[in-house]
């Protein structure tokens, strides 16, 4: 979806990067290394990215880290169509259907971090029917192409985890109310 409007491959990993996890961060030969591109080059997106205002960066000590600017007016229409390019929308909504007393379902490791390495890794929280789980996940699959991890915890578990889940790149993609309220998707 992305490739239709926007023709440079690394802007559109670039924005990828940034906008489906705003809160990360990360600077040039990072970037650079995880995109196999020279520093030249991502610099040079960069240097547009920043004049658009799409991004802002801060000096770490000697390394500059850049983060998307969750101030600017498409901010949130940009992070929505990362999501839709990446099926994270469709993810969603397929895992709200039917999968039972789903808790919260977190975004873990790469895609959590930004990264679109087509294995997409989830924890889901609560009671979940693993055979609905499974033939959603099947769906999904087709329709985003992309494989889908998933590890479901009771609350208990979860909590155990946490520790283990600590140093890795996580990303809240939903959570239930407290209420009685069925679920219902969060907004972007």
Partial sequence: MLEDVITSKMRISLLTRFFLNPQAGSYLRELAGELGKSTHGVREELRHMLEARLLTSRREGRRIVYRANEDHP?????????????????????????????????????????????????????????????????????????????????????????????????????????????PSAPRS
Avoid at 120 to 144: C, M
Wanted: charged share 40%; no cysteine.
């Fill in 74 to 182: 498409l901010f949130p229409e940009l992070r929505s169509m990362v999501k839709k390019s990446l099926g994270m929308d469709r993810i969603v909504e397929s895992v709200l259907e039917r999968l039972g007393d789903l808790r919260e379902a977190w975004l873990l490791d790469d895609y959590a971090r930004g990264r679109d390495t087509g294995i997409v890794d989830l924890v889901l929280v609560g009671d979940v029917n693993s055979r609905h789980l499974a033939d959603l996940s099947r769906k999904t699959e087709r329709y985003i192409g992309r494989k889908i991890r998933s590890l479901v915890l009771s609350r208990e578990e979860f909590e155990d985890m946490g520790p283990r889940l600590e140093g890795r790149p996580r990303l809240l993609l939903w959570k239930r109310d407290d209420g009685d309220s069925p």
